[in-house]
């Protein structure tokens, strides 16, 4: 199920920065899960320096705001690859935005923005104390998934890390397709719920 896109209304975006990395991280965690308020929560938190990503690339305020709302129908679907990524919170999300943005103006091949101009535009690099902020996220999350079964958190790593399908994974692990999607909604939980510890 996807969100309703009308909630994207540009006008209630809100700036970034009220929410520090922990919150923003622990937001994904939550649409991963389907969430719907903790998705609203996030759109309001970081909606407004999305589409200034978008703005940037496309040089063209209406189809940075409907890119916006494609950038967030794609964050709540793929919220969960977040989980297991390197990268802090904000950067994720603006490498969803940006790349987006790229595509777009690949597929309308009309020139608005130099491609390769779009390219250079730099993920915005965290302040020192930003980068200690999300080092630690990251590594919360690697023990978090540490907490999981061995297999468990293998089988995390594989899909959301590494891509594999969930069949792939259940012919590995020998489990049929449906105990993989457990095994991975389930490990998902705990790992919102060690984060929220």
Not at 22 to 38: C, E, G, H, N, P
Not at 82 to 105: G, T
Request: aromatic letters at 6%; charged letters at 30%; one cysteine or more.
């Amino acid at each position: 199920m996807e969100p309703r896109t009308s909630a994207f209304a540009t006008g209630s975006q809100t700036p970034a920065g009220s929410a520090g990395p922990q919150d923003i991280v622990k937001l994904i965690v939550r649409t991963s899960m389907k969430d719907r308020a903790a998705f609203d929560l996030l759109y309001r938190h970081t909606s407004a320096k999305l589409f200034g990503v978008c703005l940037r690339v496309l040089n063209d305020r209406a189809e940075a705001e409907e890119a916006l709302q494609e950038v967030f129908v794609k964050i709540w679907m793929k919220a969960d690859r977040f989980a297991v990524s390197d990268l802090s919170p904000i950067s994720w999300l603006v490498a969803v935005a940006r790349n987006h943005a790229i595509d777009r103006v690949r597929q309308r091949r009309r020139a608005t923005v130099d491609i390769d101009e779009a390219l250079d535009i730099a993920d915005p690099a965290p302040d020192p104390e930003a980068a200690v902020a999300a080092g630690g996220e990251t590594q919360r999350i690697h023990l978090c998934l540490d907490e999981l079964e061995k297999d468990r958190a293998e089988a995390v790593r594989g899909a959301y890390l590494r891509g594999e399908s969930y069949a792939e994974l259940a012919e590995r692990y020998r489990v049929p397709l449906n105990t993989m999607r457990t095994w991975l909604r389930r490990s998902l939980l705990k790992l919102r719920e060690c984060l929220e510890r």
